[in-house]
C-alpha cells in the first residue's frame, strides 16, 4: 500500500537528502514545491485550530517533536 504525501513526495525527498543525482535547477524547483506546500501547511493549521482543535494539537506535536 503507497503512503499519502505529507510535505515531501519519495522524489522529493531523495533530491533533499542528496540520494538522487539531479541537477541544481531541479533540486531549487524541489525546494520551491515544497516552500509552497509548507504554506498551505500553515492555513491548513489555521483551519484546525479553529474547527477541530485535537487535529490541530495531534499536527502540532507531530511538527513540533523536539521542541
Do not use: W
Not at 19 to 35: A, M, P
Amino acid at each position: 500500500m503507497s503512503k499519502y504525501r505529507a510535505i515531501m513526495t519519495t522524489t522529493d525527498r531523495k533530491r533533499i537528502s542528496g540520494k538522487s543525482d539531479v541537477s541544481t535547477k531541479k533540486k531549487y524547483q524541489t525546494i520551491h514545491r515544497i516552500r509552497s506546500r509548507i504554506e498551505e501547511l500553515t492555513e491548513d493549521a489555521a483551519i484546525l485550530e479553529e474547527n477541530n482543535p485535537e487535529l490541530h494539537e495531534e499536527l502540532r506535536e507531530a511538527v513540533c517533536k523536539d521542541e
